[in-house]
């Protein structure tokens, strides 16, 4: 795993695993046209700073990205004609930030599958996720999920836009959130602002705490209580973990859970 830092991105069919310590202000990634890459970017965030990923045209991109730290940051990803972009996120801080993504699909047949994973048991995350529309025929899919613990408090906004002229694009938003404290909050708010007509999107949000019967249930089965809700806390991200089959974004994120569950 090397740094990587304001370079331009090769496609090859391996997984290219790099780890960036966010010092800077800006970083820019240009993915080449007619790429088919994976990519793994693990962020150490220390100062504020802002990533820009062009994903160009004719492309298969996937990236995970994983990030800690201690400072708010921004990404910015702009998809151009006939490229599809899969987008894996895990987001881990012991402080206050704002973290704010935002994936531009900006020539026809671009193409979007997101997935976004924040969990907090001390800190106050906020921020959004946007979906911005800006050509015809392009489509997007995001799934969010979030966990809180102790005191923490995720707020986000998840945001489909579809801007005018952009006929026969398809967006969609689903929000699962779990509440495993009195003294914790999650307040994510699905919005779409739709400018044009013949378009389609959609959103859903569920937002509640750990069922009590399933808790007594597993209890019932010899599990402890902290075994069963790690059961049902990790459930909540497991199709994720099963489509993307990746052992490295499967053990940086096992601790992530873990730490956020507690003991």
């Not at 966010?22 to 990634?29: A, G």
């Not at 990519?39 to 965030?45: E, P, R, S, T």
């Not at 802002?50 to 990236?63: A, G, M, R, T, Y």
């Not at 730290?69 to 012991?94: L, P």
Request: proline share 2%.
């Amino acid at each position: 795993m090397t740094n990587l830092i304001d370079r331009e991105i090769i496609g090859r069919s391996s997984i290219e695993s790099y780890k960036l310590i966010v010092s800077s202000p800006n970083y820019s990634f240009d993915i080449l046209k007619n790429t088919t890459t994976k990519i793994h970017l693990f962020l150490d965030v220390l100062n504020e700073s802002k990533l820009f990923f062009n994903i160009n045209e004719n492309s298969n991109v996937e990236l995970i990205l994983i990030s800690t730290g201690n400072a708010s940051y921004e990404v910015e990803i702009n998809i151009e004609r006939d490229s599809s972009f899969k987008f894996y996120t895990a987001d881990s801080f012991d402080t206050d930030v704002s973290i704010t993504k935002s994936v531009n699909l900006k020539g026809i047949n671009a193409s979007l599958y997101a997935y976004e994973f924040i969990p907090s048991n001390s800190s106050s995350i906020t921020g959004a996720f946007k979906l911005n529309h800006l050509y015809k025929d392009t489509k997007s899919e995001g799934i969010f999920n979030y966990l809180s613990n102790g005191n923490g408090v995720i707020n986000r906004d998840t945001i489909s836009t579809m801007e005018e002229n952009t006929f026969n694009s398809d967006s969609s938003e689903n929000i699962k959130g779990l509440i495993l404290s009195e003294t914790s909050r999650i307040d994510a708010k699905p919005i779409l602002i739709i400018k044009c007509d013949d378009v389609h999107a959609s959103h859903g949000c569920a937002i509640g705490t750990i069922n009590a019967n399933e808790i007594y249930y597993l209890m019932s089965r010899g599990l402890t209580y902290n075994d069963a809700l790690r059961i049902i806390c990790k459930s909540l991200i497991n199709p994720i973990l099963r489509e993307i089959n990746d052992d490295e974004f499967l053990n940086a994120t096992k601790p992530i859970l873990d730490k956020t569950i507690g003991e």
